[in-house]
């Protein structure tokens, strides 16, 4: 056993490693070169120091598109707007589920992807008339805000926030119109409609269900989705005169690295709890300004971003399975907890409380639950805490 343990250690830090290193990759629209400002071009980059791994998409490039129409009714694609961002791209966001890069042109009212499952450029066009946000008139109604929220559905915003937008991935993707956002009593006058402080910019989202918006402004509101209150919660410290927050993606340990159209000199890295930005170390990578950054990582997913959760979850204590769960059911295993009185708490994505029950602990033991009826799909966070009201367990389980 003593010969096998280091190179398993060994191994377990590569792998660990390797995955840290996929998730602090985003996909940053960028112009064409540096400090170009026809945001045309898709390229992945490095979050740790702003680097190229390669580029997926550039006019530069002599590369061929395939498009592909949602509704099955393929339409010409004029040779001005051969190019998939022919327009402009201001809003992307990326869907880990099905490995797609989705993005809508600045001056377009269509929902665009680009399946990365392929080395050929295939772009997929929904033009459900539900993701138009109406006649271009001035900048207000352009989406300049995308994400995949907590519960595995997209979310997309115009520039004057009266246009949240929601849309699936599934075969038979369904484009739903929110409403517009609501200002929370506490926001002091700052407004998420005004246009000095809160256009533009880019959307995160956290594990608990809410999405961040980041302004260009470098103003910060939290965003309840059920209820479209936005709360502004703060404005981000630090960063240099003249820096807009134009894209905004989650590194893998926690923070917010944000980048700026107009700047070319570095991105930053965002503490979500003091706003503290700093710049991210990027030694002689080339960093590109860009109107934006996507990848899927979720704020507060990391345990030690958040200190409530810091020593919550106890490895072989408790268990859940099947996850994801089988006809809205799903067990949790008790083992190697002390005896006693354990509260078990299950909240939705938005943090409504869907389940709570007291949970007799002695030895190994499994606790059935039954979703109620009328819950919907997707992402849940159960929670237990001991008699303390200490959390002893903190974990997300999946409903389909």
């Known amino acids: 056993m003593k010969q096998l343990f280091l190179p398993i250690l060994l191994i377990s830090a590569v792998i660990s490693n390797q995955t840290k290193a996929q998730n602090n ?29 390669r580029t ?20 010409t694609v004029f040779p001005q707007q051969a190019a998939p961002t022919a327009n402009g791209v201001a809003a992307t966001a990326f869907d880990a589920k099905n490995n797609r890069l989705y993005f809508s042109q600045m001056w377009g009212n269509d929902l665009r992807y680009v399946d990365l499952n392929t080395n050929e450029l295939v772009v997929t066009i929904n033009d459900d008339a539900n993701f138009s946000t109406g006649q271009r008139v001035d900048e207000s109604n352009v989406i300049t805000r995308m994400t ?10 115009t520039n004057d926030g009266n246009q949240l937008i929601q849309f699936t991935t599934g075969n038979k993707p369904v484009i739903n119109k929110l409403g517009a956002l609501i200002d929370s009593k506490k926001n002091n006058g700052i407004s998420v409609h005004n246009q000095c402080t809160s256009w533009g910019g880019d959307l995160i989202a956290d594990v608990y269900g809410n999405l961040y918006l980041f302004t260009y402004r470098n103003q910060v509101f939290k965003i309840n989705i059920a209820t479209r209150i936005a709360e502004h919660i703060g404005t981000v410290k630090n960063l240099p005169t003249n820096f807009t927050t134009n894209g905004a993606a989650v590194d893998a340990n926690g923070d917010v690295i944000v980048s700026s159209a107009t700047q070319i000199d570095n991105y930053f890295k965002v503490n979500l709890s003091t706003l503290e930005a700093k710049p991210i170390d990027k030694s002689d990578a080339t960093v590109y300004n860009a109107s934006d950054l996507a990848n899927a990582n979720l704020a507060y997913q990391n345990t ?5 959760l810091e020593d919550a979850k106890m490895s072989n204590a408790i ?15 008790f083992d190697k907890l002390p005896a006693g009185s354990y509260s078990l708490e299950l909240n939705d994505a938005n943090g409504k409380r869907v389940i709570t029950r007291t949970v007799a602990v ?3 033991q499994n606790e059935k639950i ?31």
Do not use: H, M
């Open 362 to 364: 002695n030895g190994l």
């Open 370 to 400: 039954n979703l109620p009826k009328g819950a919907a799909s997707g992402l849940y966070f159960i929670k237990i805490s001991n008699s303390t009201g200490k959390s002893v367990y903190y974990d997300k389980v999946v409903v389909q």
């Open 319 to 333: 268990s859940i399975y099947p996850n994801p769960a089988v006809n809205r059911t799903f067990a949790v295993q």
């Open 25 to 53: 990759r985003a996909f940053a629209i960028t112009g064409e070169s540096k400090g170009n400002y026809v945001w045309t071009a898709i390229r992945e980059i490095d979050l740790s120091n702003g680097s190229v791994i």
């Open 56 to 75: 997926i998409y550039s006019t530069n490039e002599a590369k061929s598109v395939n498009y592909n129409f949602i509704n099955g009714n393929a339409r």
């Open 304 to 308: 030690k971003a958040n200190p409530v």
């Open 148 to 157: 995949f929220g907590a519960d595995g559905n997209g979310y997309a915003l």
